[in-house]
Nanobody, 121 residues
């Protein structure tokens, strides 16, 4: 079993910053990508940013230049630094890992429990 524990969400004023963290625990054979998705009320879950283990990073157009995804491989932890936050960034943010749990198993997605980010004055 793999568990993802997220932290760092909360209430922040427009223009402010937050840093989300997501730590993975459990037995993992290989990690292909680590990243963040978000879901606002009444909307579909969307990719915010991900890191395909040194090959590339991908960002939603709406967060480019404001958000930065990073990781600590030794700690199996992924971070999302969010600057210049806007009210439209308000959503539940979910950590996502694309992992292979065992050598003989196909890759799969593992999700965190979600953390609320609210941007409001």
């Amino acid at each position: 079993q793999v568990q993802l524990v997220e932290s760092g969400g909360g209430l922040v004023q427009p223009g402010g910053s937050l840093r989300l963290s997501c730590a993975a625990s459990g037995s993992i054979f290989s990690i292909y990508a680590m990243g963040w998705y978000r879901q606002a009320p009444g909307k579909q879950r969307e990719l915010v940013a991900d890191d395909t283990l040194g090959r590339s990073t991908n960002y939603a157009d709406s967060v480019k230049g404001r958000f930065t995804v990073s990781r600590d491989n030794a700690k199996n932890t992924v971070y999302l630094q969010m600057n210049s936050l806007k009210p439209e960034d308000t959503a539940v943010y979910y950590c996502n890992l694309k992992v292979q749990l065992k050598a003989w198993l196909p890759p799969e997605n593992v999700w965190g429990q979600g953390t609320q980010v609210t941007v409001s004055s």
